[in-house]
């Protein structure tokens, strides 16, 4: 009894989290809504089969009658939490604070989130507020748009680096793997940690979560960016236990180019470059940020803390780096080096946007992905890519919104090669 009714509240609790967009009754004015009308309808496969279809429909209608209850709390929830900072530091009255955030809600047909996240202060950019996407909106379309393909071998990043350095793309090293207790080499021979400075991070992990920094200290000593020393035998039973729970790769302690270390603290900072691929095989730039760890922080991820500037796609330079924290501060420079940010110029750029063009050629199956790139004195080096990036860092640093990139008219191209029957007549005509 429990698991029926566990199966009938499902998909409404789902819905309950979703954001009504375009309904089924409303023709599209632009590619946008085009696109924001899938993502209301396509959130899960196989929707419109058999009797699944009568439960989606059923769920359009709920969360319509929903939406305004929802959207009032939502509002009302932001408002607690930002509304006196918005108004001291960005002198917007709380009634137009409200008013704005209505209008996101049932003007735009957006989650009202989206005011502070994106910082939709003015009449310029609100009236760009359909076009910041949130996750369940670019979750739903990034799904739809891979026809709901697995994405574990991207996830698996000793699987990922091998398949990309047998085609000769530059990776970062694996030197070890330690799994089920034991510490071995990529061919399963164990072998002892490196006397020298080193990270591991989880196989499967992401956001940064997990990743420890080693520094190499001589005398059969280690100091780990926990803040604690420790031995060789103390580490390798501390890593050891640690494997029971999950796979870690051992890698090199990479440094930045010598252009940009004083951005990067103590850590080391990547590019996060978006793109995508037409169904001609054409890679695209979607986006790019720079993201730099601050503090004691071994990841620069944008959701460990750390910071991020917008890159700009032709020339490299970088712009206003901002924290992922809501209505956080900007940085002209960097908090802890106090080093200039805003229009640096990062080296290799031509390189690194010639590298993954042709890196992302070769998983060619997945039509968007984030790659996080590094960039060392010798070149770009990839350290890894993902099939669900983040949301937030490919819009807040450029306070531009996704739908106004060319991710929209990549995803039409996609739609337009699946010849699927309904789209055809419903969404794109």
């Not at 709901?148 to 000769?168: A, I, P, T, V, W």
């Not at 103590?266 to 691929?277: A, D, E, L, V, Y």
């Not at 992905?369 to 099939?387: Q, R």
Request: charged fraction near 20%; include cysteine.
């Amino acid at each position: 009894m429990i698991n029926i009714l566990r199966k009938i509240t499902s998909p409404f609790l789902i819905a309950w989290g979703r954001t009504p967009v375009l309904w089924l009754w409303r023709k599209p004015k632009n590619d946008l809504d085009a696109l924001l009308q899938i993502a209301s309808k396509y959130f899960y496969p196989n929707w419109s089969q058999g009797k699944a279809r009568y439960v989606s429909q059923a769920m359009y209608f709920y969360m319509l009658l929903i939406w305004p209850i929802r959207a009032l709390i939502i509002i009302s929830l932001g408002m607690k939490r930002y509304a006196v900072k918005t108004k001291v530091n960005h002198h917007i009255s709380y009634y137009r604070q409200l008013i704005d955030q209505l209008k996101i809600a049932f003007l735009y047909c957006n989650n009202p989130q989206v005011y502070y996240l994106f910082e939709l202060f003015n009449d310029s950019r609100l009236t760009q507020a359909k076009s910041f996407l949130l996750g369940n909106t670019s979750s739903a379309l990034l799904n739809f748009i891979n026809q709901y393909r697995n994405s574990e071998e991207l996830e698996d990043k000793l699987q990922f680096s091998s398949r990309m350095r047998n085609h000769n793309f530059p990776m970062v090293d694996d030197t070890a793997v330690i799994t089920d207790g034991k510490i071995t080499d990529l061919k399963g021979a164990e072998i002892p940690l490196p006397e020298a400075d080193f990270v591991v991070k989880p196989n499967t992990g992401y956001q940064g979560q997990g990743v420890l920094r080693f520094e190499w200290l001589g005398n059969n000593q280690y100091f780990c960016s926990d803040g604690l020393h420790y031995d060789k035998k103390r580490l390798n039973h501390y890593l050891r236990e640690l494997s029971l729970k999950d796979s870690y790769l051992v890698q090199p302690r990479l440094v930045n180019h010598p252009q940009i270390a004083d951005l990067t603290n103590k850590g080391f900072g990547t590019c996060r470059i978006i793109t995508g691929i037409t169904p001609t095989g054409t890679v695209e730039l979607i986006g790019a940020a720079f993201k730099m760890p601050v503090g004691e922080g071994v990841a620069d991820n944008f959701a460990a803390g750390g910071i991020a500037s917008p890159i700009d796609l032709e020339t490299g330079e970088l712009g206003m780096a901002v924290a992922k924290k809501c209505l956080g501060d900007s940085y002209c420079q960097h908090p802890d080096t106090g080093a200039p940010i805003i229009g640096r110029k990062l080296p290799y750029w031509q390189e690194t946007v010639a590298l993954i063009k042709r890196a992302h050629q070769q998983v060619a199956d997945y039509v968007f992905l984030g790659w996080d790139i590094g960039l060392s004195k010798d070149g770009p080096v990839i350290l890894e890519t993902n099939s669900n990036w983040c949301i937030l860092l490919a819009q807040r640093p450029s306070g531009k919104g996704l739908g106004s990139s060319k991710f929209t008219s990549i995803c039409h191209l996609w739609i337009d090669s699946f010849k699927t029957p309904f789209l055809k007549k419903n969404i794109m005509h």
